[in-house]
């Protein structure tokens, strides 16, 4: 797939100016529009990400609204532009409450704004709780190929917290060819350990599924590691348990002590995104003083400017960028648009006269 860079007179209005439709999409239109297209979603953000290499792109720094009475709680609010074949603007808010686990619904939930690039005017509002999971999935499995190319590839994979977002990993994984011999699980919760269980043998999966009791299991039996948890602080602290080089996909950012950040390559999806919110390699520069310890970005692998080790420990740490939202919810746009199922509310901006 190929997103060709946008000029200034490709983004020009050429026809009068005019207030788009406003339409409400909904999940189940989104998962219809997402299913069984891992392949097309994962070609996407690659295309995306050189896109924002190329600084056809605009993601300022996310903005965390916190509680001081809820401190488990937060709202994240990630504006981005891209520029290219989807060519909008726009704003993910995304909630995280991990007290809704135990009530039986999902920590996150999510919408995605779509700002029109002529007038300004938002044109959709998407539910992105799918559409986040899905980008975040797809990401995950872009680096998981990139970062494997000129190394054995895994045939070991473990997951390391058995939520929604480790189950949509899973899924991207197998539909873009990944098949394992072993699949390991661990979660602080036997429940949701067992849930994932059930989840994988009733997909299909391949090869021995376990269990672990323990984290140390879990990543000395894998050489593909995801971590895919809720975790606020680092939990994992012991670099022997790296010891036989694996690749990791550190997707909740939080997991792993600087120990083990400094003894790796770090491969990240975006340097001054990552070193932010004390995620576990912005912890490691602030023990360090400087972020020499990082490797390159995925977009720098993806291009050829940074290989990887063959035989160290390699870390994936995606802070998980604005403008991905965007690609994919643009993407399910189209989609729905094409298909005719737009949920259009009529006269949803009324004061359209200047003067009354």
Known sequence: MTITRSTAAESAPAGPVTVPPFAVVSGGQVQQALQGREKQIVELVEATYRLHGAGD????????????????????????????????????????????????????????????????????????????????????????????????RPTRVGFFGAGLIARYIHTFLTGTGWSF????????????????????????????????????????????VVFATVAARPHVRDPSWFAHGPLVLHVSLRDLAPEIVLASDNIVDDVEHCLRADTSVHLAEQRTGNCDFLTGTLADVMAGRVTPSRDRTVVFSPFGLGVLDLAVGKYVYDEVAGAGELQVVDGFFHELRRYG
């Open 181 to 224: 011999d072993a699949i390991g699980v661990h979660d602080v919760s036997a429940d949701s350990a067992a849930g994932f269980r059930c989840y994988l043998e009733q997909s299909g999966a391949t090869g021995w599924i376990v269990v672990h009791d323990s984290p140390e299991q879990l990543i000395r039996g894998s050489d593909l």
């Open 57 to 152: 792109s605009v993601n300022p720094p996310s903005r965390f609204l916190r509680f001081p009475d809820r401190p488990r709680d937060r709202i994240i609010a990630l504006p981005a532009s891209i520029g290219g074949e989807a060519g909008v603007d726009g704003l993910k808010w995304i909630s995280s409450f991990p007290q809704n686990v135990a009530a039986g619904i999902p920590r996150a939930s999510a919408v995605l704004i779509l700002n029109d690039r002529n007038t300004g005017y938002p044109f959709a509002c998407m539910e992105a709780s799918i559409i986040s999971a899905t980008r975040t999935a797809a990401s995950a499995a872009l680096a998981a190929d990139r970062l494997s190319r000129g190394r054995p």
